[in-house]
């Protein structure tokens, strides 16, 4: 899933790729909200993950209420952060986010200084498919089947394989909390990913005729 409308958004923010680690809009929350209300798998729900940057951490928390109020915990990794070093795109502290998030999230996965962009968190192409690979294979190798992640609008282009050999998306931008289910078609190394049928038809790219339908591509790059 990728995250509601932050405050970073060039729909509200022109200059919005210098605010560093913004939160939601009210927009944002709103659109979480109704995410929420029209979800109807959260008792099957068996894992928690999501990006530390806020967006990602409070869109999870919004979205996946039901879930929280049984007691899951958010498993915050550095793994889905976005794919670029923008301000934006740069988390906080842990420390500010345990504050922030007390007793929802668990940060056993982000170290001091992760959002510094270097090393396996770097924003060049070969570093983020090794990024995506990572994160695919964490998620395979749990135990739980029915996992929620959060994450970005350019890095899940990384986790889903819709880049190419330059770094550049093949299909169009994630809409805000748009939601994709997909299976794993791959045992090996790359832990491929695969949408299912359901995810297709749900988000308009198959028709209940089996009909395939080009993803909307949006006028410029989500933030």
């Not at 934006?88 to 504050?99: A, H, I, N, R, Y």
Request: proline content about 4%; overall charge negative; charged content about 30%.
């Amino acid at each position: 899933m990728r995250h509601g409308q932050g405050e970073h958004s060039s729909a509200v923010n022109k200059d919005g790729k210098n605010v560093r680690d913004a939160p939601l809009t009210q927009h944002g929350k709103d659109q979480c909200a109704e995410r929420c209300k029209i979800f109807q798998s959260h008792d099957k729900i068996g894992l928690l993950l999501a990006s530390p940057l806020r967006r990602a951490l409070q869109t999870c928390v919004l979205s996946f209420a039901p879930s929280i109020a049984r007691g899951q915990k958010i498993l915050a990794l550095p793994m889905a952060e976005e794919a670029s070093d923008d301000p934006c795109d740069t988390g906080s502290p842990v420390e500010v986010l345990k504050k922030e998030f007390p007793d929802i999230v668990l940060f056993d996965h982000v170290e001091h200084g992760r959002y510094l962009h270097e090393g396996e968190y770097a924003v060049d192409p070969k570093a983020l498919n090794a990024r995506a690979a990572k994160l695919r294979r964490f998620i395979r190798d749990r135990d739980e089947k029915e996992v929620v992640l959060v994450t970005h609008g350019f890095f899940a282009h990384y986790l889903t394989g819709d880049v190419n050999e330059k770094g550049e998306q093949t299909t169009g931008w994630w809409q805000e909390t748009e939601l994709r289910t997909f299976d794993f078609v791959d045992g090996g190394e790359k832990a491929v990913l695969r949408e299912t049928e359901e995810s297709l038809q749900r988000n308009g790219v198959v028709s209940k005729d089996g009909q395939a339908v080009q993803r909307s591509e949006q006028s410029d790059k989500p933030a």
